[in-house]
């Protein structure tokens, strides 16, 4: 009777586990796979941010999510051959951007910029005051002497590109993506253990009941 309770109570359990653990394991690895992807940096234009070589986790966002100041990976249809590319976003939609040597103003305000890698900026380059159109974006490269960015394109709606062309912004750690991973993970090992407890469950029960063997009477002497 014992054994037959365990058996059931193994089985209430794999009830419970199974689909607790499916819901996660497909939640946390859908919601990573959905909203996220890893890409190989392959320029210097963003050194010394982020290195060529080096492996990120791009968020998918909207283009209203965009940000000042974002690293984005952005699609620019004839531009850089169509394939994406990683730049900053310096100025927004409305956004008045002027720059006089290697300093950036934002509609007169001086921006702040401690990743910029430090040395000559491109010579092709020089001084701008442009306004970016409504819906798009003003790009730079963190290593303003190695970047082919909005400063290369200013006769092009002032080298702005398209905010709907953004496939995402890059991460600065991979800990918000990882969590939603451990989720999916913690949701396969509790799918597994149901499972087990499941087998285990039925087995308890056909065992219990199984009926006991007859034993044959002592012989009489």
Same mark, same amino acid.
């Given at each position: 009777m014992q054994q037959r309770g365990g058996g059931s109570g193994l089985r209430v359990a794999?009830?419970?586990?199974?689909?607790?653990?499916?819901?996660?394991?497909?939640?946390?690895?859908?919601?990573?796979?959905?909203?996220? /992807?890893?890409?190989?940096?392959?320029?210097?234009?963003?050194?010394?941010?982020?290195?060529?070589?080096?492996?990120?986790?791009?968020?998918?966002?909207?283009?209203?999510?965009?940000?000042?100041?974002?690293?984005?990976?952005?699609?620019? =249809?004839?531009?850089?051959?169509?394939?994406?590319?990683? /730049?900053?976003?310096?100025?927004?939609?409305?956004?008045?951007?002027?720059?006089?040597?290697?300093?950036?103003?934002?509609?007169?305000?001086?921006?702040?910029?401690?990743?910029?890698?430090?040395?000559?900026?491109?010579?092709?380059?020089? =001084?701008?005051?442009?306004?970016?159109?409504?819906g798009r974006l003003f790009l730079l490269g963190d290593h303003r002497g190695n970047s082919n960015d909005s400063r290369f394109f200013l006769d092009e709606q002032s080298g702005s590109v398209a905010a709907s062309g953004v496939l995402g912004r890059a991460q600065k750690g991979f800990g918000a993506a990882a969590g939603w991973v451990v989720i999916g993970v913690l949701g396969i090992v509790l799918t597994l253990v149901g499972i087990g407890l499941g087998i285990g469950g039925y087995a308890a029960g056909r065992s219990a009941r199984r009926p006991l063997a007859a034993v044959p009477p002592w012989p009489v002497v």
């Open positions: 794999a009830w419970v586990l199974v689909p607790l653990g499916l819901v996660l394991a497909l939640g946390g690895i859908g919601y990573f796979f959905t909203n996220y /992807q890893g890409v190989t940096v392959m320029s210097q234009a963003m050194e010394p941010t982020y290195r060529m070589g080096e492996r990120l986790v791009i968020e998918r966002i909207d283009a209203g999510e965009v940000r000042r100041g974002d690293v984005v990976l952005v699609q620019v =249809p004839d531009r850089y051959e169509g394939g994406p590319v990683l /730049q900053r976003v310096i100025g927004m939609g409305g956004d008045h951007v002027v720059c006089e040597g290697d300093r950036i103003t934002v509609n007169g305000k001086p921006v702040d910029e401690p990743y910029v890698m430090r040395g000559e900026v491109n010579p092709a380059t020089g =001084p701008y005051d442009v306004q970016v159109p409504e």
